[in-house]
């Protein structure tokens, strides 16, 4: 009986493998500024095209030993592993739905697409980490997932733009004070960018507790950072992946987080 749901699982989490191998190609061709909607992938070493069966997300990399099949120059293992994380995502969240009734209680298309909006977000905390970009495009699908969310859900607009327009406001305003201050660029664009569909998810007022728990959680980070002499103060951190960890805290436990704080004040 429960063949077909395995199956399903299966299916689903390759499909997820597939999409994070795409999602590294964006990720890759958003730093050497090339288009990922067209063009075969190749080779970083000797530019050679690769081949569609070395090119099955997970598989290839093991049959072909990690290396190039041409050149034999070792391939990046990143792929690798992060088209085996998605798959394991996708085997995990299958289990998980599986066995719990609120996640089968959600409408089926509410819950695709916040599965989605924090599937992408996962690449983008990768991409920041990796390389400290946002690449525009998954900004562009969030913005769009978030969006139709939004359609799906439905409820008050207000609130969302509010967030939005709050959220924009503040980073600009810091990233102008910064820069008077410190003569140079202290935030990104992508920070900025990112904050726009996330802070339209997450809506007013809630949007305040993920940009202030993200400073929180960054300071600290930063703090150890420059103690464990990793880093010299003045030197760029990438910021989004603290945006995206208060996102998620303040998306599941916002509302107990708040409580606790008010307590601690009104004690
Ligand atoms: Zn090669």
Redesign the pocket.
């Known amino acids: 009986m429960l063949f077909l749901e395995f199956s399903l699982i299966f299916l689903f989490s390759f499909f997820l493998a597939v999409l994070a191998s795409f999602f590294n190609v964006v990720i890759v061709r958003t730093i050497k500024e090339e288009s990922f909607s067209k063009g075969r992938s190749k080779?970083d070493?000797?530019k050679?095209q690769i081949l569609w069966y070395d090119n099955v997300p997970i598989l290839s990399f093991l049959w072909l030993g990690g290396k190039?099949r041409?050149?034999h120059?070792k391939i990046a293992k990143v792929y690798f592993l992060t088209e085996l994380t998605s798959f394991l995502i996708g085997v995990g969240f299958g289990l998980l739905f599986l066995i719990s009734p609120p996640l089968q209680a959600l409408a089926i298309e509410q819950l695709v697409l916040y599965f989605f909006i924090f599937f992408v977000l996962f690449f983008v905390l990768l991409a920041d980490l990796q390389y400290m970009i946002v690449p525009d495009f998954f900004v562009i699908l969030l913005l769009v997932l978030v969006f139709l969310l939004k359609l799906v859900v439905s409820g008050s607009w207000l609130e969302p733009i509010m967030a939005v327009i709050f959220s924009s406001s503040f980073f600009i305003l810091l990233g102008f004070v910064a820069k008077k201050l410190l003569k140079k660029d202290a935030l990104g664009w992508g920070d900025v960018k990112l904050m726009i569909p996330l802070a339209f998810m997450l809506s007013w007022p809630m949007i305040a507790m993920n940009i202030f728990l993200a400073f929180i959680i960054g300071g600290f980070f930063a703090m150890l950072i420059l103690i464990s002499g990793r880093k010299k103060i003045g030197q760029a951190l990438p910021f989004a992946p603290f945006l995206i960890l208060a996102f998620v805290l303040s998306f599941f436990y916002g509302a107990a987080i708040w409580h606790w704080y008010i307590g601690l004040i009104l004690r």
């Open positions: 080779c070493f000797c050679k190039c041409y050149c120059k």
